[in-house]
Protein backbone atom coordinates (compact mmCIF):
# COMPACT_ATOMS: atom_id res chain seq x y z
CA UNK A 1 0.00 0.00 0.00
CA UNK A 2 1.20 3.71 -0.94
CA UNK A 3 0.09 6.51 0.91
CA UNK A 4 1.49 9.87 -0.16
CA UNK A 5 2.04 13.84 1.67
CA UNK A 6 3.84 16.68 1.81
CA UNK A 7 6.50 14.94 -0.45
CA UNK A 8 7.00 11.91 1.74
CA UNK A 9 5.13 8.07 0.85
CA UNK A 10 4.43 5.36 4.14
CA UNK A 11 4.85 2.25 1.96
CA UNK A 12 3.17 -0.90 3.82
CA UNK A 13 1.40 -3.78 3.28
CA UNK A 14 -1.47 -4.68 4.81
CA UNK A 15 -1.43 -7.82 6.86
CA UNK A 16 2.30 -7.39 6.87
CA UNK A 17 4.31 -6.32 9.56
CA UNK A 18 7.23 -3.78 8.53
CA UNK A 19 6.18 -0.32 6.52
CA UNK A 20 8.74 2.18 5.65
CA UNK A 21 8.58 6.54 5.20
CA UNK A 22 10.66 7.28 1.96
CA UNK A 23 11.58 10.56 0.04
CA UNK A 24 12.55 10.62 -3.88
CA UNK A 25 15.68 9.16 -2.96
CA UNK A 26 16.23 8.38 0.02
CA UNK A 27 14.58 6.38 3.36
CA UNK A 28 13.26 7.93 6.06
CA UNK A 29 12.83 5.39 8.11
CA UNK A 30 10.97 1.67 8.80
CA UNK A 31 9.54 0.04 11.36
CA UNK A 32 8.88 -3.47 12.32
CA UNK A 33 5.75 -4.79 14.60
CA UNK A 34 4.74 -7.61 16.80
CA UNK A 35 1.18 -7.91 15.26
CA UNK A 36 -0.16 -7.28 12.00
CA UNK A 37 -0.71 -4.02 10.18
CA UNK A 38 -4.02 -3.27 9.41
CA UNK A 39 -3.95 0.17 7.69
CA UNK A 40 -1.57 3.49 8.27
CA UNK A 41 -2.18 7.33 7.32
CA UNK A 42 1.00 9.74 6.87
CA UNK A 43 0.26 13.41 7.61
CA UNK A 44 1.82 16.29 5.71
CA UNK A 45 4.18 16.65 8.02
CA UNK A 46 5.17 12.98 7.77
CA UNK A 47 3.79 11.71 11.06
CA UNK A 48 2.18 9.03 11.16
CA UNK A 49 -0.45 6.67 12.20
CA UNK A 50 -0.42 3.02 12.13
CA UNK A 51 -3.76 0.50 13.29
CA UNK A 52 -2.16 -3.29 14.21
CA UNK A 53 -4.41 -6.46 15.49
CA UNK A 54 -3.66 -7.14 18.92
CA UNK A 55 -3.59 -10.28 21.33
CA UNK A 56 -5.11 -8.54 23.81
CA UNK A 57 -7.53 -5.78 22.22
CA UNK A 58 -9.13 -5.35 19.21
CA UNK A 59 -6.80 -3.21 17.83
CA UNK A 60 -3.66 -1.27 18.37
CA UNK A 61 -2.58 2.49 17.65
CA UNK A 62 0.36 3.96 17.17
CA UNK A 63 1.77 7.22 16.14
CA UNK A 64 5.12 8.21 15.45
CA UNK A 65 6.19 11.55 14.41
CA UNK A 66 8.38 12.68 11.59
CA UNK A 67 11.42 10.98 12.74
CA UNK A 68 10.22 7.90 13.73
CA UNK A 69 9.80 8.49 17.69
CA UNK A 70 6.81 7.20 19.54
CA UNK A 71 4.76 9.99 20.74
CA UNK A 72 1.00 8.40 21.32
CA UNK A 73 0.00 4.33 21.99
CA UNK A 74 -3.72 3.14 22.62
CA UNK A 75 -5.32 0.17 22.90
CA UNK A 76 -8.80 0.06 21.69
CA UNK A 77 -11.41 -1.92 22.47
CA UNK A 78 -13.11 -1.38 19.41
CA UNK A 79 -12.05 -1.58 15.92
CA UNK A 80 -10.37 1.32 14.41
CA UNK A 81 -11.48 1.68 10.43
CA UNK A 82 -10.50 5.10 10.08
CA UNK A 83 -7.64 8.03 10.82
CA UNK A 84 -7.41 11.28 9.75
CA UNK A 85 -4.18 13.50 11.07
CA UNK A 86 -5.63 17.27 12.79
CA UNK A 87 -3.45 20.52 12.15
CA UNK A 88 0.41 20.50 12.73
CA UNK A 89 -0.37 16.40 13.81
CA UNK A 90 -0.69 16.91 17.08
CA UNK A 91 -3.93 15.23 17.02
CA UNK A 92 -6.14 12.97 15.10
CA UNK A 93 -10.17 12.03 14.61
CA UNK A 94 -10.49 8.00 14.34
CA UNK A 95 -13.09 5.99 13.28
CA UNK A 96 -14.20 3.19 15.36
CA UNK A 97 -16.93 0.20 14.31
CA UNK A 98 -19.45 -1.22 16.72
CA UNK A 99 -22.64 -3.41 17.06
CA UNK A 100 -26.14 -2.06 18.02
CA UNK A 101 -29.23 -3.68 17.67
CA UNK A 102 -27.61 -6.40 15.43
CA UNK A 103 -26.11 -3.06 12.97
CA UNK A 104 -23.15 -2.10 12.62
CA UNK A 105 -22.27 1.52 13.50
CA UNK A 106 -19.58 4.04 13.34
CA UNK A 107 -18.34 6.50 15.75
CA UNK A 108 -15.90 9.14 15.91
CA UNK A 109 -13.30 10.08 18.46
CA UNK A 110 -11.15 12.83 18.57
CA UNK A 111 -7.89 12.46 20.08
CA UNK A 112 -5.02 15.17 21.15
CA UNK A 113 -1.35 13.28 21.18
CA UNK A 114 -0.55 15.36 24.41
CA UNK A 115 -3.46 13.99 26.62
CA UNK A 116 -4.89 10.59 27.97
CA UNK A 117 -8.44 9.66 26.81
CA UNK A 118 -10.46 11.30 24.46
CA UNK A 119 -11.70 15.15 24.01
CA UNK A 120 -15.13 13.95 22.71
CA UNK A 121 -16.95 10.68 20.94
CA UNK A 122 -19.75 10.70 18.81
CA UNK A 123 -22.83 9.36 18.66
CA UNK A 124 -23.15 5.97 16.28
CA UNK A 125 -23.83 6.51 12.48
CA UNK A 126 -25.93 4.03 11.17
CA UNK A 127 -23.36 3.00 8.11
CA UNK A 128 -20.38 0.77 8.32
CA UNK A 129 -17.19 3.72 7.72
CA UNK A 130 -14.52 3.09 5.38
CA UNK A 131 -12.71 6.74 5.68
CA UNK A 132 -12.46 9.65 7.88
CA UNK A 133 -11.49 13.13 7.26
CA UNK A 134 -10.90 15.47 9.72
CA UNK A 135 -10.85 19.29 9.58
CA UNK A 136 -11.31 22.61 11.41
CA UNK A 137 -15.01 21.68 11.85
CA UNK A 138 -14.89 18.36 12.77
CA UNK A 139 -15.07 15.54 10.84
CA UNK A 140 -16.31 13.95 7.47
CA UNK A 141 -17.50 10.24 7.50
CA UNK A 142 -17.10 7.95 4.62
CA UNK A 143 -19.47 4.91 4.63
CA UNK A 144 -20.26 1.40 2.98
CA UNK A 145 -23.88 2.86 3.43
CA UNK A 146 -24.24 6.83 3.88
CA UNK A 147 -21.95 9.40 4.90
CA UNK A 148 -22.26 12.60 7.21
CA UNK A 149 -20.54 14.67 9.36
CA UNK A 150 -20.26 15.35 12.94
CA UNK A 151 -19.33 18.98 14.21
CA UNK A 152 -16.70 20.31 15.98
CA UNK A 153 -18.23 19.14 19.52
CA UNK A 154 -18.79 15.38 18.60
CA UNK A 155 -22.29 15.65 17.59
CA UNK A 156 -23.99 14.24 13.87
CA UNK A 157 -24.73 17.58 12.03
CA UNK A 158 -25.78 16.21 8.58
CA UNK A 159 -26.58 12.40 7.24
CA UNK A 160 -27.10 11.35 4.28
CA UNK A 161 -28.06 7.84 2.96
CA UNK A 162 -27.07 6.52 -0.53
CA UNK A 163 -29.32 5.51 -3.00
CA UNK A 164 -27.61 2.92 -4.78
CA UNK A 165 -23.75 1.79 -4.84
CA UNK A 166 -21.38 4.36 -3.45
CA UNK A 167 -18.57 4.26 -6.26
CA UNK A 168 -15.95 6.63 -3.90
CA UNK A 169 -16.21 9.72 -2.30
CA UNK A 170 -13.59 12.54 -0.97
CA UNK A 171 -12.92 15.14 1.43
CA UNK A 172 -10.85 18.61 1.68
CA UNK A 173 -11.09 21.03 4.08
CA UNK A 174 -14.48 20.15 4.71
CA UNK A 175 -15.80 19.68 1.57
CA UNK A 176 -17.41 16.60 0.33
CA UNK A 177 -17.90 14.47 -2.81
CA UNK A 178 -19.83 11.15 -3.64
CA UNK A 179 -20.24 9.32 -6.47
CA UNK A 180 -23.26 6.89 -6.85
CA UNK A 181 -24.44 4.45 -9.30
CA UNK A 182 -27.84 2.74 -9.48
CA UNK A 183 -27.71 0.52 -11.95
CA UNK A 184 -31.47 -0.78 -11.82
CA UNK A 185 -32.44 2.85 -12.42
CA UNK A 186 -30.12 3.76 -14.44
CA UNK A 187 -29.29 6.41 -12.19
CA UNK A 188 -26.04 7.85 -11.60
CA UNK A 189 -25.32 10.89 -9.01
CA UNK A 190 -22.59 13.11 -7.90
CA UNK A 191 -23.63 14.28 -4.28
CA UNK A 192 -21.47 17.90 -3.28
CA UNK A 193 -21.28 19.09 0.62
CA UNK A 194 -19.54 22.09 1.04
CA UNK A 195 -19.74 21.46 4.90
CA UNK A 196 -21.36 19.74 7.89
CA UNK A 197 -24.74 20.73 8.75
CA UNK A 198 -25.76 21.33 5.12
CA UNK A 199 -28.09 19.68 1.96
CA UNK A 200 -26.17 18.18 -0.85
CA UNK A 201 -25.86 19.68 -3.94
CA UNK A 202 -26.83 16.72 -6.75
CA UNK A 203 -25.38 16.42 -9.77
CA UNK A 204 -27.00 14.21 -12.31
CA UNK A 205 -24.65 12.41 -14.19
CA UNK A 206 -25.68 11.04 -17.68
CA UNK A 207 -23.51 7.36 -17.67
CA UNK A 208 -21.85 5.30 -14.94
CA UNK A 209 -19.37 7.62 -12.37
CA UNK A 210 -16.10 5.95 -12.01
CA UNK A 211 -14.03 8.32 -9.40
CA UNK A 212 -14.32 11.39 -7.60
CA UNK A 213 -11.73 13.81 -5.95
CA UNK A 214 -11.83 17.30 -4.02
CA UNK A 215 -9.17 19.71 -4.68
CA UNK A 216 -8.95 23.50 -4.30
CA UNK A 217 -12.39 23.69 -3.98
CA UNK A 218 -13.22 21.78 -6.81
CA UNK A 219 -14.93 18.41 -7.29
CA UNK A 220 -13.48 16.40 -9.96
CA UNK A 221 -16.08 13.49 -11.18
CA UNK A 222 -14.40 10.66 -13.90
CA UNK A 223 -17.52 9.45 -15.42
CA UNK A 224 -17.01 6.05 -17.74
CA UNK A 225 -16.43 8.73 -20.74
CA UNK A 226 -16.07 12.42 -18.93
CA UNK A 227 -13.54 14.38 -16.35
CA UNK A 228 -15.90 17.15 -14.98
CA UNK A 229 -14.86 19.82 -12.53
CA UNK A 230 -17.66 21.41 -10.43
CA UNK A 231 -18.15 23.48 -7.81
CA UNK A 232 -19.69 23.24 -4.42
CA UNK A 233 -22.79 25.60 -5.57
CA UNK A 234 -22.94 23.07 -8.48
Same mark, same amino acid.
Given at each position: MLC???GKTLIYESSGDDLSVEEAEN????????NNILFARI????????????????? $???? &??????LVYER????LVSGLS???ESKGCVITYLAAENGKLITSVQKLD???????WTSPGMNTVGLEVYGYDGGA????? $???? &?VDGNGQISSYYSYDGDMKGGYSSNGQSAIIINNDDRRKYIAALFSGGGTEPVIIDLEEPAVDVTVSDGLAYVLTEGHMMAYDFNG
Open positions: VSGVIYEKEFDSPDGSIGVVTTSDNYNC $ELMI &YDKKGTKCMEFLAFSQDGEIFVLGM $EACG &Y
